[in-house]
């Protein structure tokens, strides 16, 4: 794992830009693993003020809540469309976000995945973190082999999410997300957090066992895991000081 740890959300969130922009830049027809909720984004409107060429970039979401309606202010098609893709020469249809609306949700889970399959897989995926260490919504407990399927959030979630529907009852118990095994086949993955309250699922994450308790603790296993975190969020890790040393003295030809 590459801990990165920077002053603040601004600068974290550059650096996790700048990855993602060279990515576009180097290869147009990337497929990138997209994420949802508060963490990213201010680097959403960074990339779109970046100006990149996303007219053969292929995207897919990792979770959606099951029965909000498309245009649902809080339902993750709503999010992407406002916050990302109508600012950017995406093309509709390379835009894939699971379907918590469909009749049978087994079954565009299966298809989900071979979506994302057929497309060559995922180069980049970018992951925020629960404050109770879930990564897309597979919450504590979550098989670490899972693909995409249904799950039930936990009380936490369902409560640190009420903030965006103003009211805890009304957060949707039940969502789509990718597995664990799904994320953990992306070429790389990128994540985000800010925060104190994310400060002990990071700790957990980063320097704890590899537990089914912590999800995110299971991209220890993975090859190229990049961990941007502002001060916040960093500040339970142990071993900080070697993070920052080894950041601050990569070779040049090594990059981010
Ligand atoms: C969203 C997702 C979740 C969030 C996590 C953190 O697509 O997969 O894992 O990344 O709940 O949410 P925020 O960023 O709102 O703190």
């Known amino acids: 794992m590459e801990i990165i740890i920077q002053s603040n959300p601004q600068t974290a969130t550059h650096v996790a830009a700048q990855i993602i922009a060279r990515q576009i830049r180097n290869y147009p027809s990337t497929v990138l693993g997209l994420a ?30 099951i029965g909000l309606p ?61 404050s109770n260490g879930h990564v897309g919504f597979n919450e504590p407990t979550s098989s670490l082999a899972s693909r995409t399927r249904i799950k039930t959030l936990t009380q936490q979630t369902c409560h640190d999410n009420a903030r965006f529907f103003g009211n805890e009852n009304d957060v949707p118990r039940h969502v789509i ?3 664990i095994g799904t994320i953990m086949e992306a070429r790389e993955v990128l994540m985000l957090a800010f925060g104190t309250n994310k400060a002990q699922a990071v700790v957990d994450a980063v320097e704890g066992p590899v537990s089914a308790m912590n999800p995110a603790s299971i991209l220890q296993m993975h090859p190229v895991a990049k961990v941007c975190l502002d001060e916040s969020a960093a500040s339970f890790l142990e071993k900080s000081e070697y993070y920052r040393w080894v950041y601050d003295n990569k070779p040049a030809w090594q990059e981010i």
């Open 70 to 130: 498309f245009e649902h202010p809080q339902s993750y098609h709503h999010f992407m469309w406002e916050n990302l893709f109508r600012h950017i020469n995406i093309r509709e249809q390379n835009v894939h976000i699971p379907d918590g609306n469909a009749e049978d949700i087994s079954q565009i889970c299966q298809q989900y995945e071979q979506l994302i399959k057929a497309a060559g897989g995922i180069d980049i995926q970018l992951l925020g973190i629960g």
């Open 36 to 65: 949802t909720g508060s963490t990213p984004l201010m680097l959403y409107q960074t990339l779109i003020e970046m100006n990149l060429d996303w007219s053969e970039v292929k995207t897919f979401n990792l979770d959606e809540y």
């Open 177 to 179: 997300t990718m597995g």
